[in-house]
């Protein structure tokens, strides 16, 4: 099966930056997405990434690096309304997502 | 705003009944998805379906039964579940399953709890 770690949960200060990490194993890659979910609501799409590199999105940018089969989401300037649920996830080789359990992020004052 | 629907967003049953799960899209889209989010579980998917055909079930006990009339919308029928079952449903669409870079957007989820 596929394998796609992150960590649980992380805590950081209002205007601060955190990174999420998401390592994969799987078989194959064809491309790697990552979702915001806040509390009872949708999983909203952030970003995705297939080829090695940086891209950045406004405050969010992800980071992918397919040699090492990891992946991570930076969120700068933090705000109260970033806290919520991040989902890495990874399309395999037969084009299936796969999802990791989600880190959850709580922003403090 | 998503263009993703789902009803009920709350669903207490017990294992005796039967109810159904309706989601719809209104992006245009020809897959839909099912997927089931029990707590501090990464999501597993249940079904696709690509063009009104099932083409992925992901081992999934007969006691859901999807069903999907047109390209719109998607159903999930529930009877007899157990009380593991409780979680949360998100219905899921995008442009097509298969290859290429689909992104699939998400529904906000069907709350259920199976007494």
């Not at chain 2, 390209?71 to 219905?91: G, R």
Request: charged content about 20%.
């Amino acid at each position: 099966g596929q394998n796609i770690d992150q960590p649980t949960e992380m805590t950081a200060t209002e205007g601060a930056i955190v990174q999420i990490n998401c390592t994969y194993q799987t078989s194959g890659f064809n491309g790697l997405f990552w979702y915001q979910q806040h509390a009872g609501e949708a999983p909203t799409f952030l970003s995705y990434n297939v080829l090695d590199g940086l891209e950045e999105k406004g405050r969010f940018s992800s980071f992918l690096s397919r040699s090492k089969g990891y992946s991570y989401l930076l969120l700068k300037e933090l705000q109260m309304k970033d806290s919520a649920s991040y989902l890495c996830a990874v399309r395999d080789s037969d084009y299936k997502l796969s999802f990791g359990a989600g880190t959850t992020v709580t922003v403090r004052a | 705003e998503t263009g993703v629907t789902q009803t009920p967003r709350h669903l207490v049953m017990g294992m005796t009944n039967k109810k159904s799960l309706k989601c719809e899209q209104h992006l245009g889209h020809n897959a839909m998805y099912w997927y089931k989010q029990s707590a501090k579980k990464p999501l597993e998917l249940m079904f696709v379906y690509n063009f009104k055909e099932q083409t992925e079930n992901n081992s999934v006990p007969s006691r859901f039964s999807p069903e999907c009339p047109n390209s719109s919308h998607l159903f999930l029928h529930l009877h007899t579940l157990q009380p593991e079952d409780s979680a949360l449903y998100l219905c899921a669409s995008s442009q097509a399953a298969g290859e290429g870079a689909e992104t699939q957007y998400f529904g906000p989820g069907t709350r259920l709890l199976v007494l």
